[in-house]
């Protein structure tokens, strides 16, 4: 059974930038997809960027392109949500995932197909 840990939320003004982190134990395999949501107040979950835990071409979604990035440090079993430049709609709950019946083709845009979560860690971004 895999538990993910978020950190790194906060406070920010708009157009500044944001680390987060996702610790990750337990087995996670090389095809499964770790993936970063995010949830806005009255929003559904909505996710922002994925890749496998191997590594590989990252999924980002439209409004994130170019500013999000994602990477890991396989010795520390950690995921990195680097959020720059942020906008004021960025401000939500952000969670990583664990998707691990992903086989091919892109990842899973639905929150039902991730069954490992993370409890999320609050990114408020102020003007």
């Known amino acids: 059974q895999v538990q993910l840990v978020e950190s790194g939320g906060g406070l920010v003004q708009t157009g500044g930038s944001l680390r987060l982190s996702c610790v990750a134990s337990?087995?996670?395999?090389?095809?499964?997809?770790i993936a970063w949501f995010r949830q806005a107040a009255g929003e559904e979950r909505k996710l922002i960027a994925a890749?496998?835990?191997?590594?590989?071409?990252?999924y980002y979604e439209d409004s994130v392109k170019g500013r999000f990035t994602m990477s890991r440090d396989a010795a520390k079993n950690t995921i990195y949500l680097q959020l720059n430049s942020l906008k004021r709609e960025g401000t939500a709950v952000y969670y990583c995932?664990?998707?691990?019946?992903?086989?091919?083709?892109?990842?899973?845009?639905?929150?039902?197909?991730?069954?490992?979560w993370g409890q999320g860690t609050q990114v408020t971004v102020s003007s």
């Open positions: 995932a664990v998707d691990s019946s992903w086989r091919y083709g892109p990842p899973d845009v639905r929150a039902a197909g991730y069954d490992c």
């Open positions: 337990g087995t996670i395999y090389s095809n499964d997809i």
């Open positions: 890749n496998t835990w191997r590594g590989g071409h990252a």
